[in-house]
């Protein structure tokens, strides 16, 4: 799960989580229906709280003492704090975003950039808007020219997401600006899907693949297979003689080489029974990464349940996948 | 908080605090220069101060503070407390809500000084600060570098907005919010008010000569419709009773009769302003007929026109008065012990003044201020530099009369006074301001610094208090031309070049202090002075005597959320969406073909208005535009359209328009 301990949550979150705990459960279902992307939402921030209180302060003096610089400088604080509320107000309309890409796969500790692009619709620029995941703020914009787009990089480093399979349910664009008095925020929905995948550990199973013999009782391999042609090439020099296809080369009128490659199918079914779950799945990690991409893998998970027999390196991507998801329900981001 | 940041704070602070020292206690001003320095050095060596000094300096200035105003229970110490606490938080300003943190505790600090002193300057200070404050609110957004809100154009406009349309808000609203009549609090603080003038309550030779060399204004007169004649413009601020024979002091348990406001018939009407708040005398024209004084303040009458004034707000005084055209000569029992007072002269002086001037005895008093006019006429000389006088009163006063002869107005007004009462004639030393600097930019006189006088009251058993004026003698060209004026004549004569206050009689220089005089009076009469009185005489003014105070009330809310609803729209046409732009080119366009007398609506398909305009002999300009306009607005690879595009729409929606007229 996300740790919330270790950052500050946005104002947006909190408000959010503040309500659902006043409000009746039955209400929540109601309140998510209310909740419009399009709409803007706004409160006031902790600093806006103090202006607001330091200005009721000052009204209060002016009329005790009827001081006009204290007057004068009630209405000036209040004209700055209002108006500072529709600027915010109005820095998070009409900014909307798209995605290139809906899935994005990390592993536990790393760096994890999901490419997002804003577009601002609005005539004028906005300024200092922030994007936020679970109330964490993942990447901030300074300034965001009109009518143009501009790529945003989140990195999700900061929600110390775990191994899991995650789904952005919304994102969160939000703004302190002008004076960070208030806090204003709108949502996007972006279908985007993120898998963390454990960060591997060095295992024993790294030994095993190059021994089948010895693989024991955890591993079960089958090694099936033979050297095949793959393709012509000119001779190098330095390169021993007994490769080169005399016929070939007569043709060509240069010393062709017959390069074979390892053709060899493996097909591995690793186990991951035993042990601690989460320690097996990271050297399952570690070991698919020392894996030949023209494998033919799959694991027995750590519940007993046979993963799919995955071949080539994209669908390698199949059993990170599987890895990560292993024991987790789909968890949403907000 | 980064360098920048940190360079605004720590100035914002001493700005803030240092140019009040004088309302505060010199421990803690000390104290927080010490703690200022040490802010600065620590930050520019980059040294952390640790938590236990950080500590144990803030119950250092706790204690400072309640050491200096014997507890925190006044304006003053919460003024001292938060300045000291702002420049504590300069120690430790590390992350942005530190930032925010030492802004809260400056503000709380500068209404503190607001409280405690209200002045033009501090208004201006309010905007700037807020304004500076703001900015750099706006600047911490993107924990960027301070500069970069200085570099960013949208942002500055996005400032200028908010500040442009805050002062309009603020300022309608201060005039618009009803004021009370009454203050919960009135100044029950502990601080000290100065002197407006440098007069004191004693007069010492050179008192009024180093008073005369200040060039900055003391008071504002404005006159109703009459304005009295230069001459007899005689602002008189405290009486002088007691003397040792050269020096006058005070005293306040002396009063008289004429002292208090008469009714009768008044002339000259005038409101006056102080240019500063402070306490002491004030300045009237006397005889005084009635007397309003229009700021908070106790009134204490003590001798002929002699006005005390303690304030209870920290703003500069304001008055009313008019003057008395008949004057009461009749005394009470209890003003002939006080008469009596007037006579007293240290018997050593009153002997010499005998034996000197022998015959003056058995004069009535009109006889022997002709005599005095004389004495003084014949030998002495008035001069802007006369010189100290050292010695015992007595020697002093025999130096001026018998040896040196020259003096300022203090010389010849307290020896002319002590001549009287050798001879058993009452008399007073009466201190102020004569004359003044006419405004005519803005109808009113500036008494100044160098207006200072000093005249003599004597009594005559007939006439009663008559103000007798020996400078008249020596010097006239001083009353008729008043202190300005003669000091420049008075340089001339005496062969000296040139003086800075040479170049405030520049024509066009002195047309440009004028105007800025002005503007800075009328600026404080609208702001500083600004109090319940004239907020009915505006609305008198404006008919509508009626309106109570509820009225107003709700006229200001109202007014508040017009404004800002206002704004609100306004940003919001500004965030308009992105083809409106071109929608409102091609709207141009339709109206531009309507009025040329085509069939065409807003409805109409672009393609098909092309067909139309096609035989059209400027066919080719509209079709180009309509081209144009089915590129940028039908492209489907493009999601808005871009600065380029509504440029080139509205150069050929120009050309449209060519064209049609030329075919007109």
């Known amino acids: 799960m996300v740790n919330l301990k270790s950052v500050g949550l946005s104002p947006s979150f909190l408000f959010r989580k503040r309500l659902r705990r006043l409000l009746p459960q039955r209400w929540h279902a109601r309140l998510e229906r209310l909740e419009r992307s399009s709409r803007v939402y706004i409160v006031p921030t902790l600093m806006g709280m103090y202006f607001a209180f330091i200005a009721l302060v000052l009204f209060l003096i002016a009329i005790s003492y009827g001081h006009n610089l204290a007057y004068y400088a009630t209405f000036l604080f209040f004209s700055f704090v209002s108006l500072s509320a529709i600027i915010a107000n109005n820095n998070i309309t009409k900014v909307e975003v798209s995605w290139p890409r809906i899935q994005f796969r990390g592993r536990v500790g790393e760096d994890i950039s999901v490419p997002l692009i804003l577009i601002n619709r609005s005539q004028f620029s906005r300024y200092d808007i922030k994007l936020e995941v679970n109330g964490v703020s993942v990447a901030h914009v300074d300034e965001l020219k009109p009518l143009t787009t501009q790529e945003v990089v989140l990195n999700l480093k900061d929600l110390n997401l775990k191994r899991g399979h995650f789904k952005l349910k919304r994102l969160t664009l939000a703004t302190r600006f002008p004076f960070a008095l208030f806090y204003a925020w709108n949502w996007s929905k972006i279908p985007i899907e993120v898998f963390i995948h454990p960060a591997p550990k060095p295992s024993r199973l790294k030994t095993v693949v190059h021994d089948n013999n010895q693989s024991g009782g955890e591993l079960i391999a089958k090694n099936i297979g033979s050297e095949e042609f793959f393709v012509i090439r000119e001779h190098r020099a330095g390169e021993g003689l007994f490769r080169i296809d005399h016929r070939l080369s007569l043709r060509l009128d240069r010393p062709q080489v017959r390069e074979y490659r390892d053709q060899t199918v493996r097909s591995f079914l690793v186990d991951l029974r035993g042990g601690e779950s989460e320690r097996s799945l990271a050297e399952a990690v570690d070991w698919l990464d020392q894996c030949s991409n023209d494998s033919e893998c799959g694991f027995i998970l750590p519940d007993g349940r046979h993963t799919r027999i995955f071949i080539g390196r994209n669908n390698q991507q199949n059993l990170y996948d599987e890895l990560a998801r292993f024991g987790q329900n789909t968890q949403e981001l907000e | ?664």
């Not at chain 2, 505060?24 to 010490?34: E, G, K, M, R, W």
């Not at chain 2, 943190?101 to 905007?127: P, V």
């Not at chain 2, 008189?236 to 005070?250: C, H, K, P, V």
């Not at chain 2, 535009?625 to 690879?637: G, L, P, S, V």
Request: glycine share 6%; charged share 20%; hydrophobic share 45%.
């Open chain 2, 1 to 664: 908080m980064s360098f920048g940041v940190f360079w605004f704070a720590w100035i914002f602070v001493g700005v803030g605090f240092l140019p009040f020292y004088a309302l505060h206690q010199s421990s803690v001003i000390n104290l927080f220069s010490v703690l200022w320095g040490i802010a600065l050095v620590t930050r520019l060596r980059q040294w952390h101060i640790m938590g236990a000094v950080r500590f144990l300096s803030l119950g250092l200035a706790a204690f400072t503070v309640w050491q200096a105003y014997d507890g925190f229970r006044s304006v003053e110490a919460a003024g001292g407390l938060f300045a000291l606490l702002a420049v504590l938080k300069l120690w430790e300003s590390y992350s942005t809500r530190d930032a925010f943190l030492f802004f809260l505790i400056f503000q709380l600090m500068m209404i503190a000084q607001y409280l405690l002193l209200e002045s033009l300057w501090l208004l201006g200070f309010i905007i700037l600060s807020t304004f500076l404050m703001f900015s750099i609110f706006m600047e911490l957004q993107g924990q960027q570098r301070l500069s970069s809100l200085f570099k960013n154009l949208g942002k500055r406009r996005v400032l200028a907005q908010i500040l442009f349309v805050s002062l309009i808000l603020s300022t309608a609203l201060f005039f618009i919010f009803p004021r009370s009549t009454f203050t919960f609090f009135i100044r029950s603080s502990k601080q000290q008010m100065h002197p407006w003038t440098g007069f004191s309550a004693e007069l010492r030779p050179g008192q009024i000569t180093s008073i005369m060399q200040d060039d900055s204004t003391t008071f504002r007169a404005r006159f109703a419709s009459e304005t009295p004649i230069l001459s007899s413009m005689y602002w008189q601020g405290a009486t002088l009773i007691d003397s040792d024979g050269f020096n006058w002091q005070r005293d306040v348990r002396i009063s008289f009769k004429g002292n208090s406001e008469r009714r009768g018939k008044e002339r000259f009407l005038y409101e006056a302003d102080m240019a500063e708040p402070g306490e002491g005398a004030l300045f009237l024209l006397q005889p005084t007929a009635q007397f309003k004084l229009l700021s908070h303040g106790v009134v204490r009458w003590r001798g002929l026109n002699d006005v005390m004034v303690t304030p209870m707000s920290n703003r500069p005084l304001r008055w009313r008065a008019s003057v008395l055209t008949e004057l009461e000569s009749s005394l009470s029992i209890e003003e002939q012990e006080s008469l009596q007072r007037a006579k007293e002269l240290p018997a050593d002086v009153k002997v010499w003044i005998q034996e000197n001037y022998a015959e003056f005895a058995s004069l009535s008093a009109l006889e022997l201020r002709d005599r005095i006019e004389e004495l003084f006429v014949r030998n002495f000389a008035y001069s802007l530099e006369p010189g100290a006088y050292s010695g015992t009163p007595l020697n002093q006063l025999k130096t001026f009369l018998l040896e040196r002869k020259v003096g300022v107005c203090e010389h010849f007004a307290s020896s002319a006074a002590m001549i009287f009462r050798a001879f058993g004639h009452a008399s007073l030393v009466a201190v102020g301001f004569h004359g003044g600097e006419y405004n005519e930019l803005g109808d009113y006189w500036s008494i100044r610094g160098r207006d200072a006088h000093a005249w003599v009251l004597y009594y005559d058993e007939n006439l009663g208090w008559q103000r007798f004026d020996p400078t008249n003698l020596v010097a006239p060209e001083r009353l008729s031309l008043g202190g300005t004026r003669y000091r420049q004549l008075w340089r001339e004569r005496q062969g000296i070049d040139f003086e800075w206050s040479d170049l405030t009689q520049n024509s066009w220089f002195s047309g440009v202090m004028k105007a800025v005089d002005t503007a800075y009076y009328q600026l404080n009469l609208a702001f500083i002075n600004y109090d319940a009185e004239k907020q009915r005489q505006i609305l008198a003014n404006l008919g509508l005597e009626n309106w109570r105070r509820a009225i107003l009330r709700g006229i200001s809310i109202v007014f508040a959320l017009i404004v800002v609803l206002v704004f609100w729209l306004w940003q919001r046409e500004s965030s308009k969406g992105s083809w409106s732009v071109v929608n409102r080119i091609y709207q141009a366009y339709l109206k531009s073909l309507q009025l040329k007398g085509f069939n065409v609506t807003n409805s109409t398909a672009p393609l098909a208005l092309q067909q139309q305009l096609h035989e059209q002999s400027y066919a080719s300009v509209c079709s180009k535009f309509i081209e144009a306009y089915i590129k940028i607005k039908y492209d489907t690879h493009k999601k808005f359209p871009d600065r380029d595009d509504e440029k080139l729409l509205r150069r050929l929606g120009r050309e449209v328009r060519r064209a049609l007229r030329t075919k007109s």
